[in-house]
C-alpha cells in the first residue's frame, strides 16, 4: 500500500459528514488515484464508498457519543435509583423503576413485618399508571389499597404530582415522622408496601417497575390563537393540556421546558428542558411535522398505528444534544428496520449501524447548530 493512502483515508473519515451522498466523490477520487477502471472501478467505489460513511459515522460516534451509552441508560431507568438524581420528565408511555425517596418498615411483633418504599415516578403530574412488573411479571394496576393478586400482601397509594396534591396515606405515614406538610408537591410518587412472605415472594425481596403515561403536554394543533391550530389548548394554561406521544409533541414540549407544578411563567421554576419561549421555538412551525408523526401507518396483522411515537425520560443532567439523538433515535427506531428489510439485508445486523449514523449525525448536527448560535449572539 503507498505510504500517501492511510492518510488520505484518514482525512477522508475526519472531513467527512457520515452519509453515503457525501462519502461517493471521495471514493470516486481514492478509486482514480489507484487507476482503477471499468467493473473493477464501480465495485470499489461502492465499497468504499459505504466504508467511508460507516467509518465515518464510527468516528463521529467516538467524538460525539453521550456520556452514558444507551444499554447502560436504560437500566438506570428501569433499576430503582438510589440518593441524589437528577430532576426527571418523563414523556409518553413510559417503564419505570423510579427513585427512592424513602423507606422504613413497620408491623408484627417487632415492626419489621412490612416494608414501605416511597418511589417517585416523575417531577410533574402524570395521566395515568397503566400496569407494573413484578420481577418479570405483568400485572395491571386496579387501583389503591390490597392488592389481590399478592393476598394482600401488597398495599399500594399512588399520589400524583399536581399543584394541590392528595392528602399522605395515613395508613403508612403514622409508622414515619413525615410532617402533614410533607406531601412532596409537584412529584408523581407511589407508597409501596409489602409484607414478608415466602410464599407470595419466593424470590425474595421483590423489585417493582412501572408501566404509566407521563407527561400531559400543550399540543399547539389543539390551540385556536396558534395559527394553523384549533382548539382550547393554551400554553399558559397547563391545566388544559391532554397526554401525548406523539414526538414532535413530546419533543417541542421538551424545548419548552418542563416546570416545577406546572409555573410556565416563571423561569426560574424550569427543572427540565430547554426553557424556549414561543419567540425562540414558534408552536406553528411543528403542526405539519406533529401531523406527520400522527399519520396512520397500516399494520400486516390489519389496523394502523401513528407513524412515530416515543415514549421514555428525560434528565435534567442530560446535555441538549443527548436528549435531541434520543428524539432522532425514536423516530429513526421505526422506520430503518423496514427499510433494511426491504433492502434485502437483517435489521438485525445492519439496522444498528444506520440507526447509529442517524443519532451520530443528529448529534453533529445539534453541535453545530449550537456553535452557530454562540458565534451569532457573542
Not at 165 to 173: I, K, N, S, W
Not at 297 to 308: D, M
Request: charged letters at 15%.
Amino acid at each position: 500500500m503507498k505510504r500517501w493512502f492511510p492518510p488520505l483515508l484518514l482525512g477522508a473519515l475526519l472531513a467527512l459528514p457520515a452519509t453515503p451522498a457525501s462519502a461517493a466523490p471521495v471514493a470516486a477520487f481514492i478509486v482514480g488515484v489507484v487507476g482503477l477502471t471499468g467493473t473493477a472501478a464501480t465495485i470499489a467505489t461502492f465499497v468504499l464508498t459505504t466504508a467511508l460513511s460507516i467509518g465515518a459515522s464510527a468516528l463521529m460516534s467516538t467524538l460525539t457519543k453521550p456520556s452514558t451509552p444507551s444499554q447502560e441508560r436504560q437500566a438506570s431507568v428501569t433499576t430503582l435509583q438510589l440518593g441524589e438524581v437528577a430532576r426527571e420528565a418523563a414523556f409518553g408511555r413510559v417503564c419505570s423503576a423510579g427513585s427512592l425517596l424513602w423507606a422504613f418498615n413497620f408491623g408484627g411483633k417487632y415492626g419489621t413485618d412490612w416494608e414501605c418504599l416511597v418511589v417517585a415516578l416523575a417531577d410533574h403530574e402524570i395521566d395515568a399508571i397503566e400496569g407494573y412488573y413484578v420481577s418479570d411479571q405483568y400485572y395491571a394496576y386496579t387501583g389503591d389499597g390490597g392488592q389481590g393478586a399478592f393476598s394482600n400482601c401488597l398495599d399500594l397509594e399512588f399520589i400524583n404530582g399536581s399543584a394541590v396534591t392528595d392528602p399522605l396515606p395515613v395508613r403508612f405515614t403514622a409508622y414515619t415522622d413525615w410532617a402533614a406538610t410533607d406531601v412532596l408537591r409537584g412529584v408523581a410518587h407511589i407508597w409501596i408496601a409489602y409484607k414478608y412472605d415466602d410464599k407470595i415472594w419466593p424470590q425474595g425481596r421483590p423489585s417493582f417497575k412501572w408501566v404509566f403515561r407521563g407527561k400531559k403536554c400543550y399540543d399547539p394543533r389543539r390551540d385556536s390563537t396558534v395559527s394553523g391550530g384549533a382548539g382550547l389548548q393554551r400554553w399558559a394554561d397547563p391545566t388544559t393540556w391532554t397526554w401525548s406521544e406523539n414526538a414532535q409533541v413530546c419533543r417541542y414540549n421538551w424545548v419548552r421546558g418542563v416546570f416545577a407544578c406546572d409555573q410556565v411563567g416563571r423561569p426560574d421554576q424550569l427543572l427540565v428542558g430547554r426553557g424556549l419561549s414561543a419567540t425562540e421555538a414558534p408552536p406553528e412551525n411543528i403542526i405539519a411535522y406533529a401531523n406527520l408523526c400522527d399519520e396512520p401507518v397500516p399494520l400486516r396483522a390489519g389496523g394502523t398505528e401513528p407513524r412515530y411515537r416515543v415514549g421514555g425520560v428525560i434528565r435534567a443532567d442530560e446535555t441538549f444534544d443527548t436528549t435531541e439523538q434520543m428524539f432522532a433515535a425514536a423516530m429513526g427506531g421505526v422506520f430503518v428496520p423496514v427499510m433494511v428489510k426491504r433492502m434485502g439485508f437483517d435489521p438485525a445486523l445492519a439496522g444498528g449501524v444506520i440507526l447509529t449514523t442517524i443519532t451520530d449525525v443528529m448529534g453533529f448536527l445539534s453541535f453545530l447548530g449550537l456553535a452557530t448560535i454562540f458565534l451569532l449572539h457573542r
